[in-house]
Structures are given as structure tokens and as C-alpha cells.
């Protein structure tokens, strides 16, 4: 992005799409306060994507959520600047977000999100122009060849229910796409395949435009990347580059791949902690761990880490997972076998890379099989498990029907957030979205609990004065 | 005449012509030995099959070949005491066969074509980023049966036997025919993992070409089964089946299900096991009927006839009586066929480039079986009870006396069935299609490169 003005015409005087695919660069002068004040603009529309995106959302709550985002923070005093608002501010944090992997990843994934909703608000003929910007030729499949499979198309579009509420499939135009352009749709089943070509309806065109926007821009973010490293960082090293550096680290959560300074899980406590301060996820997993001394891969992963998050030190974890593993497999198959990934896991093999802890997002994704313990029991477990794993952490039954509400909802972190509040009968109002952020909350509530056990008696009698008044 | 020697051989194999000890020749020992499989690579281990499928016909004259080809191919050794050697690569048949034959590997893992090649990565590493990466990888498919231990009750963990195999038999129609006929590809390998399941390799240029999230895309397709450890209900079907589960269903689900599981596992025989099944019920008072009717079954059960299909007929026949007539009933009689027969398959392996298989042909280290191709049209008559072993095939080395004068040491053998299956179903058909689309891309890039020259 040229933030220098260059004098180049402008091509289009007239169409300019109300939904831009961000191809190039704007060629146009950009004021220095504007290119931080559009960035932040959009960077609360992206954090509240991602809120919402890590509560669960459905995606008609989505569609209402990221239009009313839009409308809040995206709007401009000068209507004919609103696109060129949209424009720069995309381009600047493109640049803030192309610096690491990391970044890459949410930008991309938060932008994609983003154009999918914006795209599904458009009208049918909007939605073609785009289709044609994207240089997706696809031909609607012929009357002919439509006799033969309207039948499977009929029962492709009864079986999914998200499929949307015009389900006359005579009606609808399809398309014939090869399936590797669409793999949301391929993964849900909410396409017909035939010989690789899925048949793929107008509403569900959306599928297609996202696949292509993410992998343009995905590719766009690799090669800006290389253009920061290369040559801007050091051209704008007075200018651009501090204003870019402040934006990209002021609105990323903490991805708790560094324990706390001063938090340190020792083996001797770590009982007590599980029982007080683990997350269900993780404190079933501990619990199966010590029943079992076994634990499947994706299970290991996901207690080894966060256990790294909260603060247990490498020797520690070694000593911890050998006492229980070797009790199923030996010593001497658990040093050959296990202790190299949970070195691993710290950093001290192989890529050495540090490995984050995983987030509840990750965790409410994966896909256990049988015999694994890991991924969200709010998801995973049935009815009946979950309430008896909730009331053996002392849920109260007035509470459990709250959680299962949200639960039946598919919100699991929201799920996880009143059980939360329920066991230390205090507020969490960010909501629950990290199980080390969920153990870290819950210590401090633990340690303030103990120290100040006499001062909260205070603030009760200001909190009902409160409501008195 | 030339003899082998079964046990001790050294590292020229003891072929002795002068003094052939007969008695203890043809007495091979069961089980599996280094030894053994050091005279299995070098006499029976088709290395010029493994190299022409690996090469996708790049090994060829015609100028549009890529002959850094195969020299990018990962491929991963594991010797004995777990010493895993990762990134070799070869660049010609004849290294690959060297090598093998020197380390004599207890399992060969294939990997990734990558854009380098994968034992120089070091070096390229430091030229700038991402210039090490995978670009091209079978689609592949991993299918286990201790995945399946909450429904197989003949044995469970590594063993298996030919009452829970037909699990391995449905997985194979089912994703066959999806293959082929959902996502249009022709060029598929199934094999014996050597133990306990099965693995599949699809070949086509376009499924080497795909990216993790179009893998992880149909491995989602194939996913039906969604249940762990914590949730008694493991399948959970929507009010209509997607065509590819229907057809799946009729053709092959249903049919296994009521012929070979529920009479071989004998799901509905004692109540401990009808109460598995009566838990995926979701209307109590269907659930309770059925048990108090198979309860008290004995007094009047006709000898004859299979009580666990007397059971089933009795579920289906009263989920569609007036009494319990419901949508959800008929529904859930189909989501226990599916909990009882739809394939699991490791979703792990077929989501990532660069996951490793084991190479077909490799010998398990534990049964002593090879890793035979299995003939998916003909997936039924296929005994993993019955795949070569290394000592058999040693014996029959042993028996054949002149015959192993062959260029192929293994004519002759029970294994040369299965190389000429591999030739003939699968790698002349593939080689074909490679070495046109080999010159379909040529051509196309000739005639752009004309087009250019004209300006």
C-alpha cells in the first residue's frame, strides 16, 4: 500500500462494488491520522467477530452480529469516502498482520469471516458481479442433465438442515464445480458429488466466493510479508512502522504460551489445583490419567500443554507423566516413547519450537474417537455424563439446567463460562475462551478468597446497599 | 542350483550351491527375525514396482518428464530398537534398493514429494523460508481395527480374526465406491497394514495435488461416526440421509450388518449386549418392550434360527408397528446399523501432506505378515489369516530350488499373486494416465510458449 500519493487515474469512476475483493492497493493519499483511526475502526469490527466467533455463535446471530458491527464502526461523515475507508483500513492492517504466523492466521480467518457475511447480505445480482471479479465461470447445469440427478439434489438439500428456507430444488439454479473448490460443503455433506464435480445451489454459491477471497489473500499476506521484511519496515521506520507494531499488539488475547511470571504448579499441589481450579476438560483428563495412567495422543497433547501454561516446569512434567504412564507401559517404554514429546512439547526437540497451549476454539473442534478423553465434554460428553461430571464439581441443579440450556445451544464456552461462576460464585464477564485463562482467573479468585476472607464481607454490604438505592 | 539358508544367513544370504543342507531347510520357523527379513529384501521386496508407482512416470524419455521427481519423495526408515531415520531419498531405483537391502528396515514409511530434495533440506533451509514444503501427496486413508474394540466382541486390541475382518471388508466398499464414484478417481491401492486394518492410497494426480483442507474436506465427507469415550450414542443420523449414505447403506451397510455381524459378533445374544444396543433407542417405552420380550426369549425360542437375528427382526418389525410408529424410530433402527458397521477411519492421517504410511509390501514386525494389495472388487474372499507370512514365503523359497533362478526371486512364491495384482490392476492403468497427462501439460506449455515467442 502506497501511503505516498501517486497520481495514476483511477480506472472506475462508476461501479464501485459495494463489497471490494481487495485485489490491489488504492492509489491515493492517505492521511497519516486516518490510516491508524480506519485501522482501529476495523480492527473492533474483527475483535468482535472473533468474540463471537469463540461463543458459538450461529450463523444467523453472525449475520446480524457482523452487520451491525459494520454499520457501528465502518461508516464515514463523507458517504462517497465509506469504500475508501473500507479499502485503507483493510490494507493497513494487512500490513500490521502479515508479520507473523500468528497474525496471518487470525487476520485471514477474522477477514474471511468478515467478506462471508457481507457477501450473504448482497443482492442475487451483486452476488453474479462478484461470482464474475472472481473469474468463476461456472455454467448452471443444463435441463438435461438436471432430470438425472434431481432426485439426489432433492435429498441432498432435505438432509441438511442449514440448507436455508427455499428448498425447491426445481427452482434453484446449481452449479457444477469441482469439489475441491468447495470443501466446506464436501465436509458437511450439503453437496451432491458426482464423478468430482459438485453440484453446488446459488445459495451456497457463498461457499465458493469465501474459498477463493481467503486463498487470494492468503497468498496476498505471504507476499506483503515479504515486502515488510524486505523494504517498507525499513523505509517507514520512523513513520509507518511504530504505528504499525502498536496496532497489531494491543488486540490479540494472550495466547498463554508462557506460564505467569510468578505462577509455578508444583507436583506436590497439583492435585488440589486439578480439583479446584481445572477446567472440566482438563480435570477429566487428569482424573482419567490418574485412573487409567493412560492417556491417547490428543489427550496428552491437550492436558500436557495447558499443564505447561499453568506453570508445571519441564522436570516436573516429566516426573508427573512418567509416574503414571510407566505404570501402564514401564520405564523404559516411556522414556523411548513418551518423554520425547513431552520435550517436545517444551521446546527441547525437533522443530523446538514452543507449543501453545490450546485454546477452547481448538479444543471444542477437535474430533475425538474412541478411546480418546480429549476435546469439550460440553460438546462431547452425552446428557447424563455431563451432569454428573457438573455436579461432582458442585454445580447446584438450578444452575446445571442454565448449562445444559446452553449446551442443547451447542454454546459450549458460554457453557463453561456459568460453571465457572457457578464453583466460585463470582463473575466472569469476558467469558471463558482459553482453559489456562479459566485456570488462571479461577487461582486468583481462590488466592483472593484466602487473603481477603474478611474484606468481602465489606463489599457485599456495598453491593446491596447499591441495589437499596 | 541354489539353495537359501533360513536362519544365520549372512550377508550374501548363504546361498551355498556346493553343499545344500536339505533337512533343516524346508523347517522355517514361524515368527519374525531380522535374518528373515534380510533375505526378504533381497529376493522378494519388488523394488522395481515401488520405484515405477513412485515415479508416476517420470522416469520416462519423453522430454516433458520431471526426473527430480523421485529423488523428492520422502521416504522414513524404522530399524530395529525403534531407530527412526527420517528424510532418505533416493534418486534412482537402484539406491533405493541398496539402501533398503544395507539397513534392512523393519518398516519402510512413505512420505511426501517435496519441493526439494528432503535429505538436503538443511541446506536449502538456509536460503530464505518455506522453500522446504510438501507439494505433493497420495490422498490416504488409515483404517484400524482397535477403533472399532466398542463393537467387536470375537477379540479386541491387535487381534483379529475372521468375525470382525468384514469390518474391514464394509470400509473398503464403502469408501471404494465413494472414490471412485463421488470424487471421479480411478487410480486407487488398498493393502494390508499387516496386522489389523487396512490402508488405501489414492494415486491420481489430482488427489496428490490436493491441499490439507480439501483432504481434511472428504475425511469429513467419509465422517458419519462422532461418538467417544463419554456419549452411549455414537452415531446421530439427520431426518435424511445424504445420497452418498444411502447408497452406502442399501448396498453395503445393511446387508453386512444382518448377514455377517450380528450372527459372527452375536450383538443381541446375551442381555449385557441387546442393553448396548437398547441404549441407542430414544423412546423408553420402545426400549423397554424390546427388553422385556428378549428377556424372557428362552422359553420360547425356535432352536433353530439365529436368536440374534429372531432379536433384530423383532426391533425392526416392531419400530414400524402402529404401537411405536414414529420418524425417530425408523431412523435409529438405520443409526445402529451405522454404529455397528460404517467405517472409522483415522482422521489424522488423511488431514495432513505430510503424515507418513507405511509402504505396502513391508513386513509387520510383529506377525511376520506382508503387506499384500487387497483387490477391492473382490475385498470379501480376502483372509488376513491367510497373507504370506515371511517364514512361509522363506519356505517356499527353500522348496522351489531351481525355480529361484527367476530374474524375480519371487515367481514362484505365494506372493507373486499379489505383485502381478499390483501390476495389472494398478500400475499399468495408472502409468497410462501419468504419461498422458505427462504429455497433455507438455503440450500445453509448448503451445504457451509459441504463443509467447510470437509477440
Known amino acids: ?469 | 542350483m541354489t539353495r537359501l539358508e533360513g536362519e544365520g544367513g549372512g550377508d550374501d544370504m548363504a546361498i551355498d550351491g556346493a553343499e545344500p543342507a536339505k533337512p533343516q531347510l524346508c523347517n522355517v520357523p514361524e515368527g519374525f527375525d531380522p535374518n528373515y527379513l534380510k533375505l526378504y529384501y533381497g529376493k522378494l521386496f519388488p523394488y522395481a514396482e515401488i520405484f515405477k508407482w513412485m515415479s508416476y512416470g517420470n522416469d520416462g524419455k519423453h522430454p516433458g518428464c520431471d526426473h527430480t521427481y523421485f529423488g523428492r519423495r520422502e521416504f522414513s526408515f524404522t530399524l530395529e530398537n525403534d531407530i527412526y531415520l527420517r528424510f532418505q531419498s533416493f534418486s534412482s531405483s537402484s539406491e533405493l534398493e541398496s539402501s533398503i537391502k544395507e539397513k534392512c528396515p523393519f518398516k519402510i514409511d512413505i512420505g511426501p514429494v517435496y519441493t526439494v530434495d528432503p535429505a538436503k533440506r538443511h541446506a536449502y533451509a538456509k536460503a530464505g523460508d518455506n522453500v522446504f514444503s510438501p507439494v505433493e501427496r497420495e490422498l490416504i486413508f488409515d483404517i484400524d481395527m482397535t477403533d472399532y474394540d466398542d463393537i467387536r466382541y470375537c477379540c479386541s486390541g491387535a487381534d483379529v480374526c475372521l468375525d470382525c475382518w468384514p469390518l474391514m471388508t464394509i470400509a473398503i466398499k464403502v469408501i471404494d465406491t465413494s472414490l471412485r464414484d463421488d470424487f471421479g478417481f480411478n487410480h486407487i491401492l488398498w493393502a494390508f497394514s499387516g496386522r489389523r486394518g487396512v490402508h488405501c492410497w489414492v494415486c491420481d494426480l489430482r488427489a496428490r495435488r490436493l491441499t490439507n483442507e480439501q483432504r481434511g474436506a472428504i475425511a469429513e465427507y467419509f465422517r458419519v461416526y462422532k461418538g467417544n469415550e463419554n456419549n452411549h450414542k455414537k452415531v446421530s443420523l439427520g431426518q435424511v440421509l445424504h445420497p452418498f449414505l444411502v447408497r452406502s447403506y442399501n448396498e453395503v451397510l445393511e446387508t453386512f450388518f444382518e448377514e455377517r455381524l450380528l450372527p459372527g459378533q452375536k450383538l443381541l445374544e446375551t442381555e449385557e449386549r441387546f442393553e448396548n444396543v437398547l441404549q441407542m433407542i430414544p423412546d423408553e417405552s420402545f426400549a423397554s418392550d424390546l427388553r422385556g420380550r428378549w428377556q424372557d426369549h428362552r422359553r420360547s425360542s425356535n432352536v433353530k434360527e439365529d436368536i440374534n437375528i429372531v432379536r433384530w427382526q423383532q426391533l425392526k418389525h416392531l419400530s414400524k408397528s402402529g404401537k411405536h410408529k414414529a420418524q425417530g424410530l425408523r431412523r435409529c433402527v438405520e443409526e445402529i446399523v451405522f454404529s455397528f458397521t460404517y467405517p472409522r477411519i483415522d482422521m489424522e492421517v488423511s488431514k495432513h501432506m505430510n503424515h507418513l504410511l507405511k509402504a505396502p509390501f513391508c513386513v509387520h514386525p510383529k506377525t511376520g505378515r506382508v503387506c499384500v494389495p487387497i483387490d477391492p472388487d473382490h475385498c470379501e474372499e480376502f483372509d488376513p489369516t491367510a497373507v504370506p507370512t515371511l517364514s512361509s514365503l522363506l519356505r517356499e523359497l527353500n522348496m522351489g530350488g531351481p525355480v529361484a533362478d527367476h530374474e524375480n526371486g519371487w515367481e514362484g512364491t505365494s506372493l507373486s499373486k499379489s505383485i502381478r495384482f499390483f501390476r495389472s490392476s494398478f500400475l499399468q492403468p495408472l502409468l497410462k494416465s501419468c504419461k498422458e497427462e505427462i504429455e497433455a501439460s507438455y503440450n500445453t506449455e509448448l503451445q504457451q510458449s509459441k504463443n509467447s515467442l510470437s509477440w
Not at chain 1, 524486505?230 to 504505528?243: A, F, K, N, V
Request: hydrophobic letters at 35%; charged letters at 25%; a positive charge.
Open chain 1, 1 to 469: 500500500m502506497e501511503v505516498v500519493p501517486t497520481h495514476r487515474k483511477a480506472a472506475v469512476p462508476d461501479a464501485t462494488p459495494a463489497l471490494p475483493l481487495y485485489r490491489s492497493a488504492p492509489q491515493l493519499e492517505v492521511r497519516l491520522e486516518d490510516f491508524e483511526l480506519f485501522a482501529i475502526d476495523r480492527l473492533r469490527v474483527l475483535k468482535g467477530i472473533s468474540d463471537a466467533l469463540s461463543r458459538g455463535k450461529r450463523p444467523d446471530e453472525m449475520e446480524n452480529l457482523v452487520s451491525g458491527l459494520w454499520k457501528a464502526n465502518m461508516r464515514h461523515q463523507d458517504s462517497s469516502r465509506v469504500v475508501e475507508k473500507d479499502v485503507i483500513s483493510h490494507f493497513v492492517l494487512r500490513l500490521v498482520y502479515c508479520r507473523t504466523e500468528d497474525l496471518r492466521k487470525w487476520f485471514l480467518s477474522m477477514e474471511t469471516t468478515l467478506f462471508r457475511y457481507r457477501f450473504r447480505l448482497l443482492s442475487a445480482s451483486a452476488q453474479r458481479v462478484i461470482m464474475g471479479e472472481l473469474d468463476l465461470p461456472y455454467n448452471s447445469v443444463i435441463s438435461a442433465e438436471f432430470e438425472n440427478v434431481k432426485d439426489k439434489l432433492n435429498q441432498v438439500a432435505r438432509s441438511s438442515v442449514s440448507a436455508g428456507p427455499s428448498l425447491h430444488t426445481a427452482e434453484t439454479l446449481f452449479f457444477k464445480v469441482p469439489f475441491e473448490e468447495v470443501p466446506e460443503l464436501v465436509a458437511g455433506r450439503k453437496v451432491f458429488i458426482h464423478k468430482g464435480f459438485a453440484y453446488v445451489a446459488m445459495h451456497q454459491v457463498v461457499s465458493v466466493v469465501v474459498t477463493q477471497f481467503r486463498s487470494l489473500l492468503s497468498k496476498a499476506l505471504v507476499l506483503t510479508n515479504r515486502k515488510w521484511t524486505s523494504s517498507i519496515r525499513e523505509q517507514e521506520q520512523d513513520r509507518l512502522t511504530p504505528i504499525v507494531e502498536a496496532l497489531s499488539s494491543s488486540y490479540i488475547g494472550p495466547d498463554y504460551s508462557q506460564p505467569e511470571q510468578f505462577s509455578e504448579m508444583s507436583l506436590r499441589e497439583i492435585d488440589k489445583v486439578a480439583a479446584s481450579s481445572f477446567p472440566l476438560c482438563m480435570r477429566h483428563l487428569f482424573e482419567k490419567l490418574r485412573e487409567d495412567h493412560h492417556l491417547k495422543h490428543g489427550g496428552r497433547m491437550q492436558l500436557g500443554l495447558f499443564l505447561k501454561g499453568a506453570g508445571l516446569k519441564l522436570d516436573d512434567a516429566l516426573a508427573f507423566w512418567k509416574a503414571e504412564l510407566s505404570r501402564k507401559v514401564g520405564a523404559e517404554r516411556f522414556d523411548k516413547e513418551y518423554a520425547y514429546s513431552i520435550r517436545h512439547n517444551y521446546g527441547k526437540e525437533g522443530k523446538r519450537t514452543d507449543y501453545t497451549p490450546y485454546s477452547c476454539q481448538k479444543i471444542i473442534l477437535s474430533t475425538p474417537g474412541v478411546g480418546d478423553h480429549h476435546g469439550c465434554p460440553y460438546r462431547y460428553f452425552s446428557d447424563e455424563n455431563l451432569r454428573a461430571a457438573l455436579g461432582k464439581m458442585g454445580v447446584g441443579s438450578q444452575i446445571m439446567e442454565d448449562v445444559m440450556d446452553k449446551v442443547r445451544n451447542r454454546h459450549y464456552q458460554l457453557a463453561c463460562t456459568l460453571t465457572f461462576e457457578s464453583i466460585h460464585g463470582s463473575s466472569c464477564d469476558a467469558g471463558i475462551n482459553h482453559p489456562n485463562q479459566y485456570f488462571k482467573d479461577s487461582q486468583k479468585i481462590l488466592q483472593a478468597k484466602v487473603i481477603h476472607s474478611c474484606s468481602t464481607q465489606g463489599i457485599k454490604c456495598t453491593i446491596q446497599a447499591d441495589q437499596r438505592a
